[in-house]
């Protein structure tokens, strides 16, 4: 667990790339990035009276590993959903707070609601925003949730992260098959595996991308999988993220075979519910159109 800290106001800058993101279309059919503009820019408005940002890293990065046959699952779907998982440890958090300083005013978020995660680790001092759009750290990669405090305390902030370290690498650009990292640190998120597979709800991915998808079922990893800084990336202690059952281990045909309500008792817990059992079939069959 890393943590930073920053002084909670308005984000003019990252104000300004937001709307332009928005009016490229990067959002695809997530159209909750398009709402709540003024509440992801000013964290004051989120939490009334706040002074101070907290930004917490948890390491996800496991241990285990899928067999080269199987759907491909982003890593950081492989055990328990992180919302109920960090949610906890925030409201633990918030609770050591009262306690030990008295009545504070404060909210932790975990990216379901308007706040700009990665501009705050930037500007609490743990990392740098890579070309591949994801907080990069040169201790352990990116390999890490992110969860934020707003509270109404008056903190001491840490230094700004003002570096940037990826040089001249373009790993992530040119190992991207959808072509969806447009620019350095700019995601055109409608092109996107990880979009394709969870945030798209339409019955068909789009055939011109069915076969770019390289076997990823839920999520995708390319760009961090791929990062030299990644190297570095330690693994998990948090039993939360432990794989549920044989996961990783499921074949094409099992998968297949796997009925609505066993998908449904099985990972009422996990991160793949958000596609839904329809969405996970509906991800198979644009696999095997790429095969």
Not at 109 to 122: M, N, Q, T, Y
Not at 176 to 199: F, H, M, N, R, W
Request: glycine residues 6%; charged residues 20%; proline residues 5%.
């Amino acid at each position: 667990m890393s943590c930073g800290i920053a002084v909670a106001k308005h984000l003019d800058e990252d104000a300004v790339r937001l709307e332009r993101w928005l009016k490229n279309g990067y959002q695809g059919n997530m159209h909750y990035m398009e709402r709540h503009f003024d509440l992801r820019t000013d964290p004051r408005k989120l939490v009334p009276g706040a002074r101070s940002v907290i930004t917490l890293l948890l390491n996800y990065f496991p241990s285990a590993v899928q067999l080269p046959s199987a759907p491909k699952i982003a890593k950081y779907a492989y055990g328990t959903d992180y919302h109920f998982v960090i949610r906890e440890k925030l409201n633990e958090l918030l609770n050591y707070i009262h306690t030990n300083i008295g009545a504070v005013n404060g909210r932790g978020f975990v990216d379901s609601a308007p706040v700009l995660e990665r501009s705050w680790a930037v500007r609490s001092g743990l990392g740098w925003v890579g070309k591949n759009g994801n907080l990069l750290t040169k201790q352990t990669g990116s390999w890490f949730f992110i969860a934020t405090l707003i509270t109404d305390l008056d903190l001491l902030p840490d230094a700004p992260f003002a570096t940037d370290h990826c040089g001249t690498c373009t790993c992530c650009i040119d190992a991207c098959p959808t072509q969806a990292i447009v620019s350095p640190t700019v995601v055109d998120g409608s092109k996107c595996i990880s979009y394709l597979t969870i945030e798209l709800k339409d019955a068909l991915i789009p055939g011109e991308l069915q076969n770019k998808m390289e076997g990823w079922m839920f999520g995708c990893d390319i760009c961090q999988d791929v990062c030299p800084w990644n190297r570095f990336a330690r693994k998990s202690q948090e039993t939360s993220f432990k794989p549920i059952n044989q996961v990783l281990n499921l074949s094409l045909k099992e998968w297949e075979e796997m009925s609505e309500e066993t998908f449904n008792r099985t990972f009422k817990n996990s991160p793949l519910k958000r596609t839904k059992w329809a969405g996970i079939m509906r991800n198979l069959q644009a696999l095997k159109h790429g095969l």
